[in-house]
């Protein structure tokens, strides 16, 4: 009779921990058995699928560095991109991408540069010809790491562009120095521009 008390308590404590164990196993919990559900970042947000950082900061990027308008649907899809990130480390991270952008898209220089890149590419392609015939020394942009540091001077004429200082007065109609303040994106739209109302001015023949 003992032996069978000691079996049968030895089968108890099997299925004791059996139950115990089991489903744990299998994701549930030890009170009801039901399968442990995990919500992550993007799912809280009811995001279809969520953005690693390196991809959710690449999108930002591409919304406020381009030159394109950055229009409201823009502004909503690299939101997209805040929002519906993996974790919320990687939407804070990408929200300082969005601010540092759009606070780029303000400053003087790039606001120059989206100009610049908005022209069609003949006349962008005129004014990187007009420039480096004019003061060669400076190049043109991406081709010199020194570029906006270089300054042409040559008896009276001013910057990339050798501008005459009436032609630039009138050309840009702004109180900028282009020795010293304008950027070449600057300098270029402005040239282009007035290329065009007096073909025969300061450029008649240069980058054509």
């Not at 549930?28 to 995990?38: A, F, R």
């Not at 991809?55 to 899809?77: D, E, P, T």
């Amino acid at each position: 009779m003992l032996i069978y008390r000691l079996l049968a308590l030895i089968v108890l404590v099997l299925l004791a921990i059996n139950i115990l164990v089991s489903p744990a196993q299998s994701g549930g919990t030890t009170l009801n058995d039901k399968p442990i559900v995990t919500i992550s970042y993007w799912q809280m947000q009811n995001c279809k699928h969520g953005y690693s950082r390196k991809h959710a900061i690449r999108g930002v990027k591409s919304v406020v560095y381009s030159v394109k308008r950055l229009s409201k649907k823009r502004v909503r899809q690299a939101k997209k991109f805040i929002k519906c990130t993996r974790t919320i480390e990687s939407s804070q991270v990408a929200r300082k991408v969005f601010r540092k952008g759009h606070k780029w898209r303000k400053s003087y220089e790039a606001t120059w540069w989206i100009r610049w890149n908005r022209m069609p590419s003949n006349a962008r392609g005129w004014t990187i010809s007009t420039s480096s015939g004019e003061s060669p020394r400076c190049g043109v942009p991406g081709y010199r790491k020194d570029f906006h540091k270089c300054i042409a001077r040559q008896s009276g004429f001013l910057s990339y562009f050798q501008w005459l200082r009436p032609t630039w007065n009138a050309a840009c109609r702004c109180r900028i120095d282009p020795e010293y303040g304008a950027t070449w994106h600057h300098q270029a739209v402005s040239a282009w521009y007035w290329h065009l109302s007096h073909p025969r001015g300061q450029w008649p023949n240069t980058g054509e």
